[in-house]
């Protein structure tokens, strides 16, 4: 019915560069502020990133400034995190979440509507 599907998680060196997608099937993306969060193993999940309805504004977690970057392609119904410079810390699931707001939020607390399954990356040499 309503799901997001996330891809392009993988293995990847230290340094190395990977792009998550996360696609929407059953209703559009254009209505809805989308969130990335990750949980590594022994940890809580983790807010990455997240845009805006329109694609104007963006969060990132201190963790991830400067290396990640969250876009959105509303025709294509899908939403981006292009990951450069990964590190072994970045290693987890990664999940894409929608809320049917204009913006969004990464506390932990906040309620997305739809969450998809999660993509692995592992970072490692």
């Known amino acids: 019915q309503l799901q997001l599907v996330e891809s392009g998680g993988g293995l990847v060196q230290p340094g190395g560069s990977l792009r998550l997608s996360c696609a929407a099937s059953g209703f559009t993306l254009d209505a809805y502020a989308i969130g990335w969060f990750r949980q590594a193993p022994g940890k809580e999940r983790e807010g990455v990133s997240c845009i805006s309805r329109s694609g104007g504004w963006t969060n990132y977690a201190d963790s991830v400034k400067g290396r990640f970057t969250i876009s959105r392609d509303n025709a294509k119904n899908t939403v981006y995190l292009q990951m450069n410079s990964l590190k072994p810390e970045d290693t987890a699931v990664y999940y894409c979440?929608?809320?049917?707001?204009?913006?969004?939020?990464?506390?932990?607390?906040?309620?997305?509507?739809?969450w998809g399954q999660g993509t692995q990356v592992t970072v490692s040499s």
């Open positions: 979440a929608a809320v049917s707001r204009t913006y969004c939020s990464l506390y932990m607390n906040y309620k997305y509507d739809y």
